[in-house]
């Protein structure tokens, strides 16, 4: 075989593996405050079968965003501000596509 065709087959095979398996990779970020970068936790998270990419923002009271997080969350579900303590808290899931949590 031609030595750049052996040299591309591996980087053929993962792709091909990725697309079978359906590996999708999610930003990741414990802790982020309004107006600065991820303070804690920044990195990059793969999703299972049963997770999904994650985004959830605290809000207070009067609207104002507080903290934002994303990740990956297993049995993830969408909701819309609900209450917490003095704060609204909202989550939004996602797995269609690498990094589709950074755009929720």
């Known amino acids: 075989m031609d030595k750049p065709l052996l040299l591309g087959l591996p980087i053929l095979l993962c792709f091909i593996r990725a697309q079978l398996v359906g590996i999708v990779q999610c930003r990741m970020c414990h802790l982020k405050f309004p107006g600065e970068k ?46 917490w303590s003095v704060y609204m808290v909202e989550f939004r899931c996602c797995r269609g596509y690498d990094f589709c949590n950074e755009l929720l």
């Not at 793969?46 to 999904?52: D, G, N, P, V, Y």
């Not at 994650?54 to 997080?69: A, Q, Y």
């Open 38 to 83: 991820c303070s804690r936790g920044r990195g990059i998270c793969i999703i299972t079968r049963e997770e999904s990419c994650t985004t959830g923002r605290i809000f207070k009271r009067d609207g104002t965003p507080w903290l934002t997080f994303m990740g990956c969350l297993k049995s993830c579900a969408n909701v819309d501000r609900i209450k």
